[in-house]
Every structure is written in C-alpha cells, then in structure tokens.
C-alpha cells in the first residue's frame, strides 16, 4: 500500500468523522459523538502509517516541502483533538478541527503541491530538522484547538457551555505555548547557530515566529496574571492562531527569507 492511498483513506475517515460530528451538533446524543471518535482515531492511526512510509520512501523527516508539512501538521491537529477531547470530553469542537484537517489534506493533495521526494540540501541534513519542525507543528495543532474552541466560546449562548469552552482554550494553549516555544524559538536558534553561525537573523520566519509567541505570551499573562478571561482571551487565542497561519503560509509564499527553500 502506497503512502498517496493511506493518505486519502485518512482524509476520507476525517471527512466521515466530521459528517456525523455535524449530525452531533442536532442530535446532541453522546452516542453520535462516540460513532465520530471512532473514525477519527482510525484516521489518524491510517494518516500515521502514511507518514512512516513518506519517512521510509524518501530516507528524511516527512516536512520538509509543503505538501509534507501540510500532511503533518493536519495529522498533529487530528491528534491534539484527540487528546483533548479524551481529556476532556468536548465532542462539538469536532466538526470543527475535523474541518481544519481535512482543509489542510485538500490543499496538500491539490495539484499545487509538488508531491515528489527529492534529496534535502545540506542546511536541512540534521536531527534538528526533526526536532524543530515537529516540535512547532505540534504547538501549532494546539493553538487550532485553541482557535475552534474560542470561536466557539465567543458564539455560544449557554454560560455553562462557555467556562468549557474557555478553559478548553486555556488548556490547549498551556500545552501548545511551550512546545512552540521549545520548537520554533529554541531549537531553532540552535540549529540556525549550526547550519549559519548566528543565533538570529530576524529572518521573515524568525520575526513572525516571534510576534506569534509574543501574542501567546499575553495571552498566558493577562490570564494568569492579570486574571483576564472569557472574550478578551478568547479574542487573543484567535489573533495568535492567525499569527500562527501567516508565519506557516505567509511568510512562506509573500516573503523571502532563509527559510525560503523549505
């Protein structure tokens, strides 16, 4: 079995997983919401086997083009869903993350993602390859959980379902603040160091990189410090996940950089 059919059977598991999330959404029954998990755990354990064989047929990381990127971070969003709503049982930002990954899956199988395996070029030789990029990707999928969750906090009309909501937010960026951090700003300041001589270069990618974690760091500190919450937060946690998309799709296409070639 090849990695292109793993890949869309994982798409297509996600695409089912949302269309009974959605039926959810009317029914409200918990046992629609438990038929939904299912295909998303399934999804999500085919969309693994895809990235092992990308990993084995092309000998590097399975991210280092955007299609494979765009692969990866859809199946890091399926699993940041999965861990949070095992965590916490919160099936109706389903329909929603499913809508994220599968839009992501779209835009890597377009015809505009080159899909062919080519020899990394030396500055992409690394362990830190690994170590950066899918670090950052998984602090990525937890800001999207963050997103959903906040949008969904600032439409909701049932006070109870709001404090959910909001602490699902919160949640999802304590775990997701650290990792970027840990990925995107640390270890690639040290694998900058290795592969250019210099910590920091306010490369495009690197300066948005940073206002990305600057907007998640007021987020944590206006909650935890100044004990902000509800729509204030909710509205901070959607502007770092479009920091967050910019940085992945905007620097990439409008801006050149040193991170250009990947």
């Not at 030789?125 to 990525?140: A, D, K, N, P, R």
């Amino acid at each position: 079995m090849t990695e292109s059919t793993l890949f869309a059977a994982a798409m297509g598991l996600f695409a089912l997983s949302a269309l009974i999330y959605f039926v959810f959404l009317f029914n409200r029954r918990e046992s629609t919401a438990r038929t939904a998990f299912v295909p998303v755990i399934a999804g999500l354990v085919v969309h693994t086997g895809a990235l092992v064989l990308r990993t084995v047929e092309s000998g590097h990381a399975p991210f280092t083009n955007m299609y494979e990127s765009l692969s990866f971070l859809s199946w890091a969003t399926a699993l940041a869903f999965v861990l949070v709503n095992l965590r916490f049982s919160i099936p109706r930002i389903g329909p929603f993350l499913m809508l994220i990954v599968i839009a992501l899956m779209a835009l890597a199988s377009s015809p505009l993602m080159p899909k062919e395996t080519t020899p990394l070029v030396p500055a992409l030789q690394s362990y830190w390859l690994w170590l950066h990029v899918s670090v950052t990707l998984l602090g990525e999928a937890f800001f999207a959980v963050a997103f959903v969750a906040s949008l969904m906090y600032l439409s909701a009309k049932d006070p109870a379902k709001k404090d959910k909501l909001d602490a699902v937010g919160y949640r999802a960026v304590a775990v997701g603040f650290p990792l970027f951090t840990l990925g995107g700003l640390v270890f690639g300041m040290v694998w900058a160091q290795k592969a250019w001589g210099r910590y920091w270069s306010w490369d495009p990618k690197e300066v948005w990189s940073l206002i990305t974690w600057l907007v998640f760091a007021l987020y944590l500190h206006t909650r935890i410090v100044m004990g902000w919450k509800g729509k204030r937060s909710a509205w901070i946690a959607i502007l770092g996940f479009l920091a967050a998309l910019f940085t992945y799709f905007g620097v990439n296409y409008l801006l050149s950089g040193l991170h250009s070639y990947a």
